[in-house]
């Protein structure tokens, strides 16, 4: 893998070369340009919505590569101001974890980066902008990334299902402006009030009676936790961020899909032609509303298919020996009714009214802001079990970079790995990983604002 240096040299060395006026273009990347676009997110009686989206869509153009591939991408800042790109649940090389301020430096308006990495693992991933994330992300700055299996299941039709909620001035339907207002800072986040999937508030997708789908679900909001369920289907989870379960999981309750997680389904259509199957969420006051309508007409088989297999299962490590594990904790405080008192921020330390003051609502053992030095530093290999304790009355979804995790439950790890775990209000759990990516990686709650406002850590591995 190339260094962060090593790649800037290589870009060097090819724009030299298209100075001299050879034939290079088989080498520049296709770009990703963020910009601003107009776009018609409320329903038709309302106003279009400006919004900043890569090529100019939100959700943006889904990437596709076949596993073990390279996605290179040379994304232009065409915004107002600076950004970057994060290739959430991918184990890349740091240098290309786009994170601004700790792998890379954001990319002013006007210029570009090109990211240039292997996508190791089969999966359903996603971009993100991770430059002042809690504002480019609720403006629409994020897209799917899908890494095929070599031989993936037999399907008749995949797709993509991009769930994202956004706050919009209910007169003008443009985006609300209170990115920084304590209320959703000190809250659950910010929770919009207009929820699509694709852009769309009333998605909608043709099908036949036992038709089988592959759905890859993304939930790209800022906060927003989804229940979803299914009506009319006959479903499994067969993976989740990405990575395949040991055995698909029969979906007869509720799936939950915390911001930034993922979970593949696949989904046999039951209900009779006709009828409307649906991808079904569960409201704020319990009442079910339909995320996707799947209108059924005729039939596509006289019989429904047999259960569906496991995907082939991608060759991350496991967790290592846990008895050698290095032990470590994280202690997650603050937030409205929450017991904070104090805590640090540049080196002093506040009451949470002056934290409040600052923008500052929740902490990290007691650390208001990322810290200089992280909160491990771990030698590569190193086996690691982490506790997460939730003392605060909001629950939070923790998000590691470049490394999968297991959760481990009296003693034992379970379930298959993952990128992204929901820690209940007041709940303490634990999970496991291997260090074995070496750089400097993000530990933060993906509610956005959450991460903005104190939630976020950082672990050094070299
Ligand atoms: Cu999906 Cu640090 O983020
Ligand atoms: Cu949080």
Redesign the pocket.
Known sequence: MPTRRAFIGQTAAFLGLAATGRQVSAASPAPLTAREAVVQLAPDSYPATSIWGYEGRAPGPAIRVLQGERVRRRVVNELPEPTSV?W?GIRVDNAMDG?SGLTQQAVPPGESFDYDFVAPDAGTYWY?A?NRSWVQVARGLHGPLIVEEAEPPEVDREETLVLDDWLLDPETALIDESFDHPMSMSHGGRIGNLITTNGRFDLSIPVARHMRLRLRLINASNARIFPLQITGLRGWTVALDGMPLAAPEPLEDVLVLAP?QRADLIVDVTAEAGETAHLVRIGNDDRPASQVAFPVSGSAAQTPRAAPAALPPNSVSGLGSLADARPLRLVMSGGAMGRMDSALLGGERLGFRDLAARGRFWAFNEMAEMTQTPLADLSIGEPVRLEIVNETVFPHAM?L?GMHFREIRDGRPVGPMRDTLLVAAQETREIGFVADNPGDW?F?C?MLSHAESGMMTWVRVT
């Open positions: 994060h959430h994170v993100h991770h930034a998000h970079h993000l933060h993906h």
